[in-house]
């Protein structure tokens, strides 16, 4: 089993900061790419910002230069920094990992991607 559970998520004013976290626990062989979307009702699931085992980095044009995403691999974490936040920036982000998972009798399962819960950033105009 894998889990993700992020935190960090909550009601900024405009222009504020926060700071998202994502931490994959379970039965992981190895941990790839992990990002971070955004989805608000009736919309598609968008990319946030994403972050490459070996720390290549891609964003969303609308949070380039505001937005930064980071991993610790020790801790299995992948971080998202928020500044400079705007009102249209208020969704619900996920975070996302690809990983292989390490099952019975030495089996590693094929890459394959996991979602965490969500969590709701707010941000007031």
């Known amino acids: 089993q894998v889990q993700l559970v992020e935190s960090g998520g909550g009601l900024v004013e405009s222009g504020g900061s926060l700071r998202l976290s994502c931490t994959a626990s379970g039965d992981i062989f190895r941990l790839h790419s992990m990002g971070w979307y955004r989805q608000d009702p009736g919309k598609q699931r968008e990319l946030v910002a994403s972050?490459?085992?070996?720390?290549?980095?891609n964003y969303a044009d609308s949070v380039k230069g505001r937005f930064t995403v980071s991993r610790d691999n020790a801790e299995n974490t992948v971080y998202l920094q928020m500044n400079s936040l705007k009102h249209e920036d208020t969704s619900v982000y996920y975070c996302?990992?690809?990983?292989?998972?390490?099952?019975?009798?030495?089996?590693?399962?094929?890459?394959?991607?996991?979602w965490g819960q969500g969590t709701q950033v707010t941000v007031s105009s």
């Open positions: 996302k990992a690809e990983l292989q998972q390490l099952i019975r009798d030495g089996v590693v399962t094929p890459r394959g991607d996991y």
């Open positions: 972050i490459t085992g070996s720390r290549t980095t």
